[in-house]
């Protein structure tokens, strides 16, 4: 499973009910700069794509699931229980989740409010796959940055099959796992190699 990140776009609200509402915003187009290439690697960056979540968010009969940390065992709603929805855009995955009284009276529920709350948590990071060749041709690309703006390796992601969203306090990029689907460059340009981990934290 991958995970993306941007930081912000968190809100809470409180309805008149006393129920709680949690607003949030994964905007695309955005680069993340994955590695830095250390001393004598090139820098590596990231792009999803607009709409690269839409295969599974346009099926509303896929469950997709708000949890905290990437955690099955922390979940706050999902589309399957009524209490998350999602609205794709070219600019940003976008979701409204009800936190029922019961989620929110949980250990868990309790703590990522307190940790949203103190600003602490702001992070959204989907948990996604990238779809195998034979379904979607050209689901990511690794190009070359300009050369006026740097060496970075970037790599495109343009159709992904989503999972899930986190709350997160900061991005989630195992180096190790990074360096394990290394990027390399040929004659015939940059290109992921096709054999590589199945799940990888992102």
């Keep these: 499973m991958f995970h993306a990140y941007e930081t912000g776009g968190l809100e809470v609200r409180k309805r008149a009910s006393g129920a709680l509402e949690l607003a949030g915003r994964f905007p695309y187009n ?3 700069t994955l590695s830095d290439g250390g001393r004598t690697g090139r820098p590596r960056k990231e792009v999803i794509a607009p ?9 509303e009969d896929e469950d997709i699931h ?32 009800q936190i029922t009284p019961e989620i929110a009276a949980t250990t868990h529920g309790k703590d990522a409010l307190a940790m949203i709350g103190a600003g602490l948590a702001v992070g959204i990071s989907p948990g996604f796959r ?8 050209k689901a ?26 986190s709350i997160v306090t900061r991005p989630a990029y195992p180096e190790a796992q990074i360096e394990a689907r290394s990027w390399e460059v040929t004659g015939g340009g940059v290109h992921v190699p096709a054999k590589r981990n199945p799940y990888a934290w992102r």
């Design 66 to 97: 708000l949890l905290v940390g990437h955690s099955y065992d922390r979940p706050l709603a999902s589309r399957g229980a009524g209490t998350l929805s999602l609205a794709d855009s070219d600019e940003a995955l976008t979701f409204v989740a």
């Design 30 to 32: 955005r680069p993340a």
């Design 130 to 137: 990238i779809p195998p060749e034979r379904a979607v041709k």
């Design 51 to 59: 709409r690269a979540f839409n295969y599974r968010v346009n099926r």
């Design 140 to 165: 990511e690309e690794v190009t070359e940055e300009d050369p006026a703006e740097g060496m970075a390796l970037i790599r495109t992601i343009f159709a992904a099959l989503l999972y899930e969203l």
